[in-house]
């Protein structure tokens, strides 16, 4: 998991991407929510990606949990938890 979140703060597009595309998310998902927000977090935050790299990573992050959710209520959760932090 560290690894994973080390890679989302460091890493250039291309092993985000390949990250993500490999089902990272998925897996996330399965995990815990606040796993995928910590990730979009590392991301925001990190220092391997460009301004718009972030905000299409994040489309990209947005658009694996609504496929790899198994209700409506979970991915609204994850989704809002992913744009606007986790709550306390």
């Known amino acids: 998991m560290e690894c994973v979140m080390e890679i989302g703060y460091f890493g250039r ?3 985000v991407e390949a ?3 490999g089902g990272v998310i998925g ?3 399965e995990r815990r929510s606040s796993e995928v927000a910590r990730l979009a977090v ?3 935050v990190g220092e391997g990606l460009r301004q718009r790299e972030k905000r299409a ?5 947005l658009e694996r949990v ?3 959710c ?3 209520a979970e991915c609204a959760t994850i989704v809002a938890e992913v ?3 986790s709550s306390p």
């Open 13 to 15: 597009k291309e092993a």
């Open 19 to 21: 990250m993500i595309e």
């Open 27 to 29: 897996r996330l998902v």
């Open 42 to 44: 590392q991301l925001e």
């Open 57 to 61: 990573l994040k489309q990209l992050i």
């Open 66 to 68: 609504r496929q790899a």
């Open 70 to 72: 198994v209700s409506h």
């Open 83 to 85: 744009l606007w932090g």
